[in-house]
């Protein structure tokens, strides 16, 4: 799900330490109020131990075969190795590109079956990811497209390093060129790594920097170590007061996988060919939580973007049908989890009255397909949505509300869900939510210019 860069979360609260931004935001946040106690009001203790986990280290071109024959003390047999050390490289090299020939080759057809035959698998964020950037392919196929690998270097592991199995492993810089039916054409370039399972060379995404703690595992860009020790630092906090708003157990063998991002291109092309939206975070059921950063990005713009996102996170969490949900439902629930983390609940209702008083509420039918919505209307479903949870809560208290959405969460269409939980239809609700927004409101709080609003309009 999407959010925008430059709108939502352009104020840095400059060398705001953890714990800062609660003191101004927290009080008038519906969510926190609905809370017995806020989990964070004791400040996050530390303890996390680092790991590091860069998966590949560039040493030399020695193969998993010829390291495992070992020895090299005697000068013919170190020629012959290095032969054949070079002649693995060389095919490794063939290889690669001819599969990531035949990916574009099954893009280009729009086949997401065949693509999908070159993904190596052993890493599951990684498959489910790459399923949803293939379903992609049955929606929108690309004009052109074109995967080219450069530098392709094969890299050393100990044999039965992955599952117990002997792999090779090799990166490259990986280069994808496209083109979608009336779109410009667009090209991204990155570090990449490929696995051979079974004599088969497989494409196993981004080569990340990584650094993780138990639990939560950062994926990063260059430059972004110290935005990575961000997350795992705030993200524990992040997740305690997120699944207590939602009424929901914390897993503690969950791992959640964090990607950070410097390009925007790199990241709308994880996503998948046809994205183009400006966008600043990404969550799907069983994905990575994505985020667009920067090496200067602020403390307080990192947590509201990881809360955010989290949201997504903890309703996928509620039931798997969530995902049927209206989507201006999944980012209500999201902004809503924001709460307290630069997102304001004070500004999302100030904003929400003066656009009823223009007459500028959006039917909630043309926000609910996220696939089918118009941009002019999309950071509506961000507001409205924030908006209605917000109103929701506040009538009918923080179980009924968690109850509404774990009604979304077992397929229950939004009248049924409503009827079920609210004893009464949907747009009963409408018409009194409508009401309460033309109603009277001393509302004479700050100004909401300084707080961050969300928008999907980049
Ligand atoms: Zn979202």
Sequence with gaps: MRQSPSGAFERSAGAA????????????????????????SNGYSGGMRLRRASGLIVVSLLSCTAWSQDGGRDKEYRAEMLGEVERQAREATTAIGEVLGAMSEAVARGDDAAYLEHIWTGDEVFATEQRAWAKDLTRHVPEAFELIASDIQETPVACGAMDGHAVRLANATLTARWRMAGGSDRKVS???KFVERDGRWLYAGRAWETLETDGIRVHYADGLEDTARRVLEDLPEIIEHVHEGFELPIDPQRVQEVKLYRSMRELQFAIYPSYVESLSGWNEPGESIKMLTSPRAGGRQIRALLAHEYGHVASFLLGDRIVEAPWWVLEGIAELAAEGYGMSWRATDRRMRQIARDGGIVEWERMADFHGVEPAVMRMAYLQGHHIMGYVSERFGRS??????????????LDDATREVFGMGFDALDRDWRASLTGDRNDSGEPPSGEPIPSADG
């Design 190 to 192: 990155y570090l990449t």
């Design 17 to 40: 330490r953890l714990g800062d931004d609660f003191e101004g935001l927290a009080p008038l946040a519906k969510f926190d109020l609905l809370l017995r106690s806020r989990p964070f």
């Design 400 to 413: 009924a509300r968690n109850a509404w959405l774990r009604a979304f969460a077992r397929g229950k269409p």
